[in-house]
T-cell receptor, first 109, second 114 residues
Framework: GQNIDQPTEMTATEGAIVQINCTYQ??????LFWYQQHAGEAPTFLSY??LDGLEEKGRFSSFLSRSKGYSYLLLKELQMKDSASYLC??????????WGAGTKLIIKP | IAGITQAPTSQILAAGRRMTLRCTQD?????MYWYRQDLGLGLRLIHY???????GKGEVPDGYSVSRANTDDFPLTLASAVPSQTSVYFC?????????????FGPGTRLTVL
């Protein structure tokens, strides 16, 4: 079967750095997405990785290792507005997104 | 403002009733999707459409139907609602289906079936 695993919840301090991990087992791989979802709102796109390595976009970076079936999202200089759920999703061989349950990130002052 | 709209925002429905959730996008995207989001689970694909006039089944299609008469609209119908269909429903679109294009989401419809 297809499976995406992420921690359910993480807590971090304002101004710090946090790394949210995602491991996956899917039938085929056409890339991995990270989305941000604030409570009661729609998911919004953060990043897409299809090649191994680190992609940096401002305070957010995303890393992919295809051989390990592993990705992480790195958030730097955390702000209170970063409190949200972070969703990992893999595009499988049929180009359908398989979603993890999401990681709820709580930022404390 | 360009994007995706969904209606209604929320709805409480008696079991056995028929309900249509509306979704409209003005980005001229070819592909559209319906997901449901339940606590503790990832988003699950209900139905999708890669282009106007075509539809396909996702992971959890039973009890739901869709149509795609034109590019902009993609309604989701529950023919006879059951309590297990209580969920938050998100419509999404992307420039093309069967590709690596990013999906953009509407604000969601919170549906409660009693």
């Amino acid at each position: 079967g297809q499976n995406i695993d992420q921690p359910t919840e993480m807590t971090a301090t304002e101004g710090a750095i946090v790394q949210i991990n995602c491991t996956y087992q899917t039938s085929g791989f056409n890339g991995l997405f990270w989305y941000q979802q604030h409570a009661g709102e729609a998911p919004t796109f953060l990043s897409y990785n299809v090649l191994d390595g680190l992609e940096e976009k401002g305070r957010f970076s995303s890393f992919l290792s295809r051989s390990k079936g592993y990705s992480y999202l790195l958030l730097k200089e955390l702000q209170m507005k970063d409190s949200a759920s972070y969703l990992c999703a893999v595009l499988d061989s049929n180009y359908q997104l398989i979603w993890g349950a999401g990681t709820k990130l709580i930022i404390k002052p | 403002i360009a994007g995706i709209t969904q209606a209604p925002t929320s709805q409480i429905l008696a079991a056995g009733r028929r309900m249509t959730l509306r979704c409209t996008q003005d980005m001229r995207h070819n592909a559209m999707y319906w997901y449901r989001q339940d606590l503790g689970l990832g988003l699950r694909l209900i139905h999708y459409s890669n282009t106007a006039g075509t539809t396909g089944k996702g992971e959890v299609p039973d009890g739901y139907s869709v149509s795609r008469a034109n590019t902009d609209d993609f309604p989701l119908t529950l023919a006879s609602a059951v309590p297990s269909q209580t969920s938050v429903y998100f419509c999404a679109s992307s420039p093309s289906g069967g590709s690596t294009d990013t999906q953009y989401f509407g604000p969601g419809t919170r549906l409660t079936v009693l």
